[in-house]
């Protein structure tokens, strides 16, 4: 039906998921380097950007240069504060530019928050494939003390018989309320927050994933301390299987 692969960007993020007739991809750093996962009628169905780094969104500038059109572009809800040292305001201003410029192309402009209710999908494209938006809350997102990485999408994939739980860059504090307030939002494969950075490692969040895979999408040396050990020491402690580093097991595919 499809594969789902999680691409060694170094400290960085970028998953394409394919199917026969579709592609979408969840943050897209550096994808210029992997373009030939991508279809070639140079149309996407989907770009998630979890949130405004340049090493989640890197790869609009890519798409932009190189025509693809993207039907649907979805990204985080953050509302920058002034002189936000969270978000520079060079990234920013970036995104922003390859927002609007995919949005003049006619591509259909999304910043969700958590969904109100699980009782059906956020978005669900028929044919097995399905995504649901736990993440931000509304409230931990626009707190006075925010910083952008409490509005970073948390997105649950169903595809086909397999599930994906992309955490983006989540904080502890919207992991922590996504552990408090949300069941069975895991259970199979777990796309980890930050890169294995402590914040984002949330003890209660990684219990209640139940994975059976955990993949990181990280790269030494990059910053002091990360990934963190003791991150490192809370994914293999509650990981079923195994736990996949990118700069150790390089990229990752699953067929579903």
Same mark, same amino acid.
């Given at each position: 039906?499809?594969?789902?692969?999680?691409?060694?960007?170094?400290?960085?993020?970028?998953?394409?998921?394919?199917?026969?007739?579709?592609?979408?991809?969840?943050?897209?750093?550096?994808?210029?380097?992997?373009?030939?996962?991508?279809?070639?009628?140079?149309?996407?169905?989907?770009?998630?950007?979890?949130?405004?780094?340049?090493?989640?969104?890197?790869?609009?500038?890519?798409?932009?240069?190189?025509? $693809?059109?993207?039907?649907?572009?979805?990204?985080?809800?953050?509302?920058? @504060? $002034?002189?936000?040292?969270?978000?520079?305001?060079?990234?920013?201003?970036?995104?922003?530019?390859?927002?609007? $410029?995919?949005?003049?192309?006619?591509?259909?402009?999304?910043?969700?928050?958590?969904?109100?209710? &699980? !009782?059906?999908?956020?978005?669900?494209?028929?044919?097995?494939?399905?995504?649901?938006?736990?993440?931000?809350? @509304?409230?931990?997102?626009?707190?006075? @003390?925010?910083?952008?990485?409490?509005?970073?999408?948390?997105?649950?994939?169903?595809?086909?018989?397999?599930?994906?739980? &992309?955490?983006?860059?989540?904080?502890?504090?919207?992991?922590? !309320?996504?552990?408090?307030?949300?069941?069975?939002?895991?259970?199979?494969?777990?796309?980890?927050?930050?890169?294995?950075?402590?914040?984002?490692?949330?003890? !209660?969040?990684?219990?209640?994933?139940?994975?059976?895979?955990?993949?990181?999408?990280?790269?030494?040396?990059? $910053?002091?301390?990360?990934?963190?050990?003791?991150?490192?020491? @809370?994914?293999?402690?509650?990981?079923?299987?195994?736990?996949?580093?990118?700069?150790?097991?390089?990229?990752?595919?699953?067929?579903?």
């Amino acid at each position: 039906m499809g594969s789902l692969h999680c691409i060694d960007v170094g400290w960085g993020d970028c998953t394409v998921i394919r199917t026969e007739t579709a592609t979408f991809l969840v943050d897209c750093h550096r994808i210029v380097d992997h373009s030939q996962l991508l279809l070639k009628d140079k149309t996407i169905q989907a770009v998630f950007i979890t949130h405004q780094h340049k090493d989640h969104f890197s790869g609009l500038s890519f798409l932009k240069d190189e025509g $693809y059109a993207i039907k649907s572009l979805i990204y985080s809800p953050y509302d920058r @504060r $002034y002189a936000d040292s969270s978000v520079t305001v060079e990234e920013w201003t970036d995104f922003d530019s390859l927002k609007n $410029y995919f949005g003049s192309k006619g591509t259909n402009l999304y910043a969700p928050h958590r969904q109100e209710n &699980f !009782d059906k999908a956020w978005w669900d494209l028929g044919n097995g494939i399905r995504f649901w938006m736990i993440g931000p809350n @509304r409230t931990i997102a626009n707190t006075d @003390r925010r910083e952008i990485h409490d509005a970073s999408l948390v997105i649950m994939a169903f595809l086909g018989g397999r599930r994906c739980l &992309f955490a983006g860059d989540a904080s502890d504090a919207n992991l922590q !309320d996504i552990a408090g307030s949300t069941n069975n939002y895991c259970n199979d494969i777990l796309h980890a927050s930050h890169h294995g950075s402590l914040n984002g490692a949330c003890l !209660d969040f990684i219990k209640k994933c139940n994975a059976k895979m955990t993949v990181v999408s990280t790269k030494t040396g990059v $910053y002091e301390g990360a990934p963190d050990p003791t991150a490192l020491k @809370r994914y293999k402690d509650n990981t079923e299987q195994k736990v996949y580093r990118t700069d150790v097991d390089g990229s990752l595919k699953w067929d579903f």
